[in-house]
């Protein structure tokens, strides 16, 4: 009788750990690789000589998230979180920073009207931008960012860029009004398969966001394989076969 591999999974940071986790759970068999010394890779918790944390790398940690793992507990209330553009010299908060423009909301609301009467699929990132936002919001904000980001023309990128982005402009204010009222950062634009609400808000480890990988590790370390890093995924007909790791085929 054919013995089945385990499952092998590359990477011990949130993404994988929570992969594992899953297996984990339905006493799936599984081997969780890892090229660093310890777990977390880029949401790796750590301190300097005077006693600071420090993250490795940016994270968003929502109180629904937090619950979810188990660690809520450990988190505190991020009473605050922002963001601001800068624009010709001039820093503007989003989104009511950048609606004191005149062209900006003027354009936005064009954009609607036209999108009603306008059953044209976008064919790229920049017209989708446009589309959604408006030609002055999408041309001096929105896509520098997104070039920079991506390293390529927003005429090349594919309009799925923008499809990712959940919510609405309507529903970004109605969120942010709440942050303020409820004196707590309200996550904006952070959820995907579950629904954005006024209930939902930034929160942070106390201990760093590597408390989230620890938490979803527990019960299988011995699973990880640390310092091991894939150097290669083997295919056979379309299908993945097996990795090489540390010079093996496993």
Known sequence: MKSEKPIAIIGAGIAGLTAANFLHRRNVPFVLYEAGVKIAGL?????DAEGFSYDFGA?????????????????????????????????YNYPFGLMKIPRMTLGGVKSKIKSLNNGHAPASAAEWFRGRYGAALANEVALPLIEAWSGASAEDLS??????????????????????????????????EMPEKASVYHVYPEKGVSTLCEKLAEGFEDKIKLE???????????????????????
């Open 59 to 91: 994270h968003f940690i929502t109180n629904r998230l937090a619950a979810a793992i188990g660690v809520s507990a450990e988190c505190s209330t991020v009473k605050h979180y922002g963001e601001t553009v800068l624009l010709n010299g001039k820093t």
């Open 159 to 192: 309009p799925a860029v923008g499809e990712s982005l959940p919510g609405s402009i309507g529903k970004t204010l109605y969120l942010k009004a709440a942050s303020r009222a409820l004196g707590r950062a309200v996550a904006i634009g952070y959820s995907r």
């Open 228 to 250: 091991s890093p894939v150097e290669a995924i083997l295919v056979e007909n379309g299908r993945a076969v097996a990795i090489k790791a540390k010079g093996e085929t496993q």
């Open 43 to 47: 949401a790796a918790s750590f301190k």
